[in-house]
Nanobody, 122 residues
């Protein structure tokens, strides 16, 4: 069975740091690009950061550049999001996403985790 399980969310003060983890199982992790999305209250799900299947290229939303770092460990089938200098606007549920590569994007398998809550507040 395919699983993506996020962890590491919690309550942090503005300016603080937090690291999110996503553990993958049930699929060929090395053939999937990984990404993080978030969804704030009353808003749609929004792209945060992405990383290619072998970790050679990363991409970030403008609002997190210089603050967040995405990484992956293919041997351990893990993806991480290191979040620094957190702001109140970062408060959201954060979701891990896997996207199959090597096939047309329109037909690629996509998997989502259940999400983990990040709350930035004093």
């Amino acid at each position: 069975q395919v699983q993506l399980v996020e962890s590491g969310g919690g309550l942090v003060q503005p300016g603080g740091s937090l690291t999110l983890s996503c553990a993958a199982s049930g699929f060929t992790f090395n053939n999937y690009a990984m990404s993080w999305y978030h969804q704030a209250p009353g808003k749609g799900r929004e792209f945060v950061a992405g990383i290619t299947s072998v970790g050679g290229t990363t991409n970030y939303a403008e609002f997190v550049k210089g603050r967040f770092t995405i990484s992956r460990d293919n041997a351990e089938k893990m993806v991480y999001l290191q979040m620094n200098d957190l702001k109140a606007e970062d408060t959201a549920v954060y979701y891990c996403k896997a996207t199959q590569r090597g096939v047309p994007l329109a037909r690629a398998y996509t998997y989502w985790g259940q999400g983990t809550q990040v709350t930035v507040s004093s």
